[in-house]
Every structure is written in structure tokens, then in C-alpha cells.
T-cell receptor, first 114, second 114 residues
Framework: GNSVTQMEGPVTLSEEAFLTINCTYT??????LFWYVQYPGEGLQLLLK?????DKGSNKGFEATYRKETTSFHLEKGSVQVSDSAVYFC?????????????FGSGTRLSIRP | SQTIHQWPATLVQPVGSPLSLECTVE??????LYWYRQAAGRGLQLLFY??????ISSEVPQNLSASRPQDRQFILSSKKLLLSDSGFYLC?????????????FGAGSRLTVL
């Protein structure tokens, strides 16, 4: 079955540092890939997505590129801010299917020091 | 615009007591609905999803159940809670966005079983 593996946290960085959170997946076919973010005390919200190989999703300075050859979708940001402190989840779903399961990774907690 | 409501936001229940968490969606019709659980220190686990009234798919065998009595209402229940049922429960609905199945989450219901 489909699965998502992301790097263990917590990750602690200083403000303005470069961020990478690794995510790899196992899936049949051609899934859509997502990053969701959960700020303290809140539900999850979509951060960015990519629907096909070599697509780059981007939002709020974050980027992730759909790499089919390495089955990866790593999240990156060039200069993190304290407000980026949150839990980040990588996820996948069957493409073009509205009636599908959406599978999440275990989440990576990110803390940014001022 | 579409909104999703979950209640109660916080619940403390004794072991063996029943549970009912409710989720309603506004501003859309025939949504796909999901229940996820986020246990402390663990990732997001898909519990149930529904593509229509009375149609429930269960992902994890356990003492929880779900029902969809109306198009935009999704209920998570238990007859007898276990300590292991403690966690953060998230309801979500999905829509196709540029070919990707995107989730919108409610604010969550935090359940503590004592």
C-alpha cells in the first residue's frame, strides 16, 4: 500500500537558517504530493502541493519538488523565521481521485530560535 | 465560502464512557469527509472516510465507529472509551484542486480519557 516516510524531529534551527525536511514515499501509480502545516493549537492547513513529476510546489517561501526518480518530496526554505515554528506533515493521495485515502507521514516538529 | 465545524473542542471522559464527536461542513454539497487521529508523539492516522450518506470506509479496526446521517454531517462515536483513545481528532473534507485531492481540516477535538 501507499506510505510516506519523513525525517524524525524535532528540528531546531536559528532564525534565518536554511531548512530541509526530508520526505520519501511509496505508491502505485502517480500520486499527488502535499505538505501540510500545523501551527500550535490549530488544525492542519495545506502549505503546498505538486501533482506530477518535476512539479515544484511553493508557498510562504517554502518549496518542494516532486522527484519521481528518488520518490521524494523534500521541503525547503532558504531563511526560516520564528513564525515558521510548527509541525510539518508530508502526505500523498491518488491523483485525480476525489474518493481516495490521503496518507500522512508522522510529522516533523520544527522550532526556530530567535 | 466553505467552512468546517467540529465540536466539542475539548473533552475529558472516563474509561468505559461513550463518545460522540460531531463535524459539519457548510458551503458545499456531497463532500468527501474524513476522520483522523493525532496521538501524542505520533503522526496523523486515518480512521474513517466517507464519499456519501451512509457510506463509511474504516481504515483501522478499533472500538470507534463513524456515521454520516446527512450529506454534510460526520459523527465519530464509541460505546466504551479506552485509555488509548486519547488524542486529537481532526475532521476534514476534500475537494479536487488542479487534479489534487486537497484536504481542509477543522480545528480539532482534543479527547482525554482518564
Amino acid at each position: 500500500g501507499n506510505s510516506v516516510t519523513q525525517m524524525e524531529g524535532p528540528v531546531t534551527l536559528s532564525e534565518e537558517a536554511f531548512l530541509t525536511i526530508n520526505c520519501t514515499y511509496t505508491a502505485t501509480g502517480y500520486p499527488s504530493l502535499f505538505w501540510y502545516v500545523q501551527y500550535p493549537g490549530e488544525g492542519l492547513q495545506l502549505l503546498l502541493k505538486a501533482t506530477k513529476a518535476d512539479d515544484k510546489g511553493s508557498n510562504k517561501g517554502f518549496e518542494a519538488t516532486y522527484r519521481k526518480e528518488t520518490t521524494s518530496f523534500h521541503l525547503e526554505k532558504g531563511s526560516v523565521q520564528v513564525s515558521d515554528s510548527a509541525v510539518y506533515f508530508c502526505a500523498l493521495s491518488d491523483r485525480y481521485s476525489s474518493a481516495s485515502k490521503i496518507i500522512f507521514g508522522s510529522g516533523t516538529r520544527l522550532s526556530i530560535r530567535p | 465560502s466553505q467552512t468546517i465545524h467540529q465540536w466539542p473542542a475539548t473533552l475529558v471522559q472516563p474509561v468505559g464512557s461513550p463518545l460522540s464527536l460531531e463535524c459539519t461542513v457548510e458551503g458545499t454539497s456531497n463532500p468527501n469527509l474524513y476522520w483522523y487521529r493525532q496521538a501524542a508523539g505520533r503522526g496523523l492516522q486515518l480512521l474513517f472516510y466517507s464519499v456519501g450518506i451512509g457510506q463509511i470506509s474504516s481504515e483501522v479496526p478499533q472500538n470507534l465507529s463513524a456515521s454520516r446521517p446527512q450529506d454534510r454531517q460526520f459523527i465519530l462515536s464509541s460505546k466504551k472509551l479506552l485509555l488509548s483513545d486519547s488524542g486529537f481528532y481532526l475532521c476534514a473534507w476534500s475537494t479536487l484542486d488542479s487534479g489534487a485531492n486537497v484536504l481542509t481540516f477543522g480545528a480539532g477535538s482534543r479527547l482525554t480519557v482518564l
